[in-house]
C-alpha cells in the first residue's frame, strides 16, 4: 500500500525559498516515477517536477525550471522539492504523487497517470 505524507508548506515572501518533503513508503522504488504538482484556485493541476526511481532523472516545468529542485534521500523514503526565488504566482496547493511509469511519462507529468497522492500542503507567496 502506497502511502505519501506531505509536509514543509507554508507563507513565505517573494524572494524567498521552501523545503516541501514528501515521506514516502509501500513500493518499489526502482520502478517508481515521484512527482510534485501543484494546484491553484480555479486552475488545473500542473505538474512541476518528477523524478524516475530508475536511472535518478529528473524533469521540470518551465515555470519552475532554475529556480525548483526536486530530490530524494539517500534511503529514498522521502522526496524533497526546494523552491528558491518565489513568486506570487507559484501560490497553491502542493501535491506529491507516486505510480509505476516509464521514464518517458514520467517526463510528461500527466495528473491522471498518477494513482497515488498525498493530502497536499499549502504555499503562499506574497
Known amino acids: 500500500h502506497v502511502q505519501l505524507v506531505e509536509s514543509g508548506g507554508g507563507s513565505v515572501q517573494a524572494g524567498g525559498s521552501l523545503r516541501l518533503s514528501c515521506v514516502t513508503s509501500?513500493?518499489?522504488?526502482?520502478?517508481?516515477?515521484v512527482a510534485w504538482f501543484r494546484q491553484a484556485p480555479e486552475r488545473e493541476r500542473e505538474g512541476v517536477a518528477s523524478?524516475?526511481?530508475?536511472?535518478?532523472?529528473?524533469y521540470y516545468a518551465d515555470s519552475v525550471k532554475g529556480r525548483f529542485t526536486i530530490s530524494k534521500d539517500n534511503y529514498e523514503n522521502t522526496l524533497y522539492l526546494d523552491m528558491n526565488s518565489l513568486k506570487p504566482e507559484d501560490t497553491a496547493m502542493y501535491y506529491c504523487?507516486?505510480?509505476?511509469?516509464?521514464?518517458?511519462?514520467?517526463?510528461?507529468?500527466?495528473?491522471?497517470?498518477?494513482?497515488?497522492w498525498g493530502q497536499g500542503t499549502q504555499v503562499t507567496v506574497s
Open positions: 504523487a507516486a505510480n509505476f511509469l516509464p521514464r518517458n511519462s514520467c517526463k510528461q507529468r500527466i495528473p491522471r497517470l498518477f494513482d497515488h
Open positions: 509501500g513500493y518499489n522504488y526502482r520502478r517508481m516515477c
Open positions: 523524478l524516475h526511481f530508475g536511472g535518478g532523472s529528473t
